[in-house]
């Protein structure tokens, strides 16, 4: 599922413990009716929220999700495309993911596939595989990522010495963006540093400690 999702969930979801991996599919997958219309729908879905996807890379992910689940799946994620056409914005999580569709969220990160200047984003990522404090991350999650990232936020993550220097630059970034950018395009800055975070093993104490809460959507209750 869109980070937007796994993000809006955090507060319910298991930590995690192994970042996802590669899910470029190693064979043609035809999916069924009602999982290519999910498909379409995350792949619009992306495009409005500036994290495009490669449809793919997603069709292994909705071939393997439960089929007693799909419903649901589909209602969730079509209610994300009507708000975001009529409100341009992060649709507040309504009741808590399940498991499968939590690790679709998840596994859906390395889908990511933006158009940013891609020797900035080598540049980022060959940062990253150099420092020992980084040897845990994702890399290909973390490559996903930092395709959708404005070049400044790709220079502030080339130049981190580490998790914690870079947490506080993306920090930073949104702090300076508050002031100067609508509440559309702060949303979509959120959702960059979120997906990249997601990718390290302590992802969700780096999305705790970085403020990243949006100043309207309301808080989410843990069941």
Same mark, same amino acid.
């Given at each position: ?48 929220? #500036? ?19 799909? +419903? ?9 495309? +009507?708000?975001?056409?009529? *409100? ?41 595989? *150099? #420092?020992? *404090? ?17 070049? +400044?936020?790709?220079? +502030?993550?080339? #130049? ?47 999305? %705790? ?9 309301? %808080?989410?209750?843990? #069941?």
């Amino acid at each position: 599922m869109l980070v937007t999702l796994a993000a809006a969930a955090l507060a319910t979801l298991a930590p995690l413990t192994t970042p996802p991996g590669s899910s470029e599919p190693t064979r043609e997958i035809t999916l069924d009716a009602e999982r290519q219309a999910i498909l379409d729908d995350l792949v619009s879905l992306g495009i409005m929220q #500036d994290q495009p996807v490669e449809p793919y890379c997603l069709t292994p992910l909705l071939a393997e999700f439960p089929d007693d689940e799909l +419903d649901a799946l589909a209602e969730r994620v079509l209610n994300a495309v +009507d708000v975001e056409i009529s *409100d341009g914005s992060l649709e507040p999580l309504a009741g808590r993911l399940t498991d499968a569709e939590a690790e679709l969220a998840y596994d859906s990160l390395v889908c990511i596939a933006g158009d940013a200047d891609p020797e900035l984003v080598e540049d980022a990522v060959s940062n990253m595989s *150099d #420092d020992d *404090d980084f040897a845990e991350w994702s890399l290909d999650c973390v490559r996903a990522s930092l395709t959708a990232f404005p070049d +400044d936020l790709l220079e +502030d993550t080339a #130049d981190a010495s580490d998790p914690d220097d870079l947490r506080g630059r993306l920090s930073d970034a949104i702090d300076e963006a508050r002031g100067t950018s609508s509440e559309e395009d702060l949303d979509e800055l959120r959702q960059h540093v979120t997906s990249l975070f997601f990718c390290a093993p302590n992802g969700r104490e780096l999305i %705790a400690e970085t403020n990243l809460v949006s100043d309207t959507t309301p %808080a989410t209750t843990v #069941d």
